[in-house]
Structures are given as C-alpha cells and as structure tokens.
C-alpha cells in the first residue's frame, strides 16, 4: 500500500516528524521531488537531526530509503548526511538511489547564487541550493542522470556541450570565472565514486515492492503552495509538490497510491518572497516565531527567520484539495496555548468582495484577510493522547478549521516528537 505524506501550506508543516512517526509502519520510504533546499527537523531517540535529502524514515533499522528520479540529488550532501546520522549512532541506513535521478552539479550553485545577486531586491528569495538552475537544466536536457556517470565516453561529449553553453552566461551575464571541461569531468567521476554504492533501478524495486504488498511513503518537500503549477507562482518552488507527482518522481502508478496524509500547521509560516495574506508582524510574529515549531521557526537549512501568520482557511483548503487529501494531520497545536484569543483567516477580501476560493497570485497580491476570533484554551496541551480530554476550546479550534477546509482532521499533532500524536475516528 502507498501513502503519501505531503505539505497543504506554504512547507514546514511538521511533514518529517508526521513520515518519521508513520515510517514505523513502513517498509520503504520515498522522497519524490525537492533537493537539499528545504529541510525537516526530526526529533526521536537518538537526538534531533535536520534532514535535507534523506527520507525521514531513515532512523528506523527496518526501512529502505529511496531517493526517487524526481529529486535534485546533491551527492556530496547525500554522503554527508548519511555519514553525520551514523555518526549520531543511527545503525547504518539502506538506502537506493535512482539510475535515472539527475544531478545537482556545483555550477548549479553559482548560478544560483549570481542569479538572486542580479535580481537584487526582486530575488525569489532562493536557498542557494542551485535547484532552480537544476530543474531548468533537467527540462532543457543538458542534466546529468546517475546512469550516465557510468559512461565516460557520453560524459566527455556531455560535458564539452554544458560548458559551451554555461561558459557564455558566466562570460557575458554574470561576469564571473568561466568552467572548464577537466574540472566538470572531474566533478562527475568523484560523484561516480561517491554514489556508486547506492545507485539501484529504482522503479523496478518499488513494482516488485508493491506487487509483494509493502508498505510503502512517499515523504514531499515544501507545500501546496510553492508547486510550480497550482502554487503562488513565480514564488514557488521548481518541482512538484503534490502527492500527484509522487507517481512520477518515484515510477510507481498513480492508482496505486492510495492514501494522502496531507499536514497542515495550527498557524502559517512561510519562507522566501511572496504573497502571505495571513501574515502577521512585530512583537506578535516574535512571539510566535519564537514559541514555534521545536525551538522557533527558523528554517532547518538556512536559519532564516520564517515569516508568521495566523492559520488560512481559504490556503488550506485549496492546499488540501490539489492534495487529493484523504486525512489531514494537524500539527504544532501545541504551541498556541499561551494565546487568550486565537484569530483565523477565514476568508479573502479582494477589491471589496470576500472569496473563500483561493485565487491566482495577481489577484492574491491584492487580498486582505478577512478574520475572525476564536477563544484560546491557555494551557498545555503536550502529553495528551485522547481527542476527548482536550481542552474544550482547543477542539473548538480542531473543528472550526476542518469545517472550514473541508477535510477530515485525523490526527493532530501536539508535541515534536513520535508518540506527540491525537488520532481522530
Ligand atoms: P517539515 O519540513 O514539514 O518536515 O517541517 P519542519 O521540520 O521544518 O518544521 C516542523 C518543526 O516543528 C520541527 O522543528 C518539528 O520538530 C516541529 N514539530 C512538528 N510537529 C510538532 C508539534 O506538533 N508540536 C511542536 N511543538 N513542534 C512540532
């Protein structure tokens, strides 16, 4: 059986620690689109890591962790992740790499780097990962996929056709130091060397996978929201975010996945530029930030501060739909516990009408929340494990978002780590 645990918002919704807690279910845990760009924070008995390309379910000595086609892989990352959650005590992880995943390469990076440098103040806010350049690279076909690094002949052509083409952006756009094909050629034989171990036909392991009844995660990067196609574009990321997409980026079929776990967060937080309708500033936005997540929202690959919102009913419900979603977690409830009164955006107000359809970014830059106040519940909720010895007002709170998102909240998160968890009938 597949299930897919993706974003409704904006990213860090608390994804890894939902997959992380799942996982103990799973046989196979797979990661289907993003890079090393975004992070997730997992906490559990042995320490708190911060993950950027291994799958969350990787702690557990009975998983398989699978880096789908879909992913930028970042090989020299991927080797330093797997070498510091060994280094942590994490019993060595079996992990798979696509034959058919590309390759984030190191002019990648720079040209991340010079293109936010060149946009200035109208930068997309990027991590610097190169993933944009990554992606752009993959749909133009001068990407480098793992299988090719075992073809040295197709290599050397590759790369005499990249560095003619990069060579005359960094000359003429960017200003910058040119590549040379030695040092590219270089770069890929290492990455051979590195990867070797792990690469696997991936899809092909996944069919027989399902065919013997495994239970098998697909674990998103990032949100509904920051999708390519259904997200506040341009401000979103450069893959798929949806579970839809899970299908592709892993090689499976798309019937076959047949759950979608999609987690949304008890209030908004977003990173990078961009329109946040919900957002909240000043000495508010502090003390949530502060209070957030697991030691504040800051971002696990970049320590940025996030920026804050109150939660978005019109975001969310929209985020769940492009889901498909069958259960919603509900994550980081917890944290709103000191607030007496607990606003939620419930609607858009645009040009003077209220819509509670999210639209598309030219008319989302004009929208101002339409909110309406809840009743805190003042105390701490962390440690409870039945739906029913909540306080009243914070089910209140569980209800009056799901009635308004539309999908069922199954489970609700209350605390960081594994065994922090309310189901819901
Ligand atoms: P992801 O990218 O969606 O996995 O989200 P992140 O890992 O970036 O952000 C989630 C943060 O919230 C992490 O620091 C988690 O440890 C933490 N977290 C997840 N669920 C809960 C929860 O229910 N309560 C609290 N207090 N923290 C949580």
Redesign the pocket.
Known sequence: MVKAVV?ANW???????ITDMLAREADIIVRFQGGAN??????NDYGKFALHTLP?GVFYDHTTSVIGNGVALDIPKLVAEINSIVEGGVPKPKIKVSDRAQIVMSYHKLFDEYEEARLAGKSFGSTKSGIAPFYSDKFAKIGFQVNELFDEALLKEKVKRVVELKNVMLKNLYHKPEIKEADLLAELLEYRDIIEPYVDDVSAFLYDAIQNGKNILLEG?LGSLKDPDHGIYPMVTSSSTLAGYGAVGAGIPPYEIKEIVT?CKAYSSAVGAGAFVSEIFGDEADELRNRG???GEYG?TTGRPRRMGWFDCVASKYGCRIQGTTAVAF?????LGYLDEIPVCVGYEIDGKVYTDFPTTSLLEKAKPVLEVLPGWKSDITGIRNYDDLPGNCRNYIEFIEEKIGFPIKMV????SRD?IIYRD
């Open positions: 974003g990213g860090d919704e608390g994804k890894g620690k975004a992070g997730h924070t997992i906490v969350s990067q987690v997540g697991d030691g696990a994550t980081v409830l917890d944290v998160s209350n605390g960081p922090d």
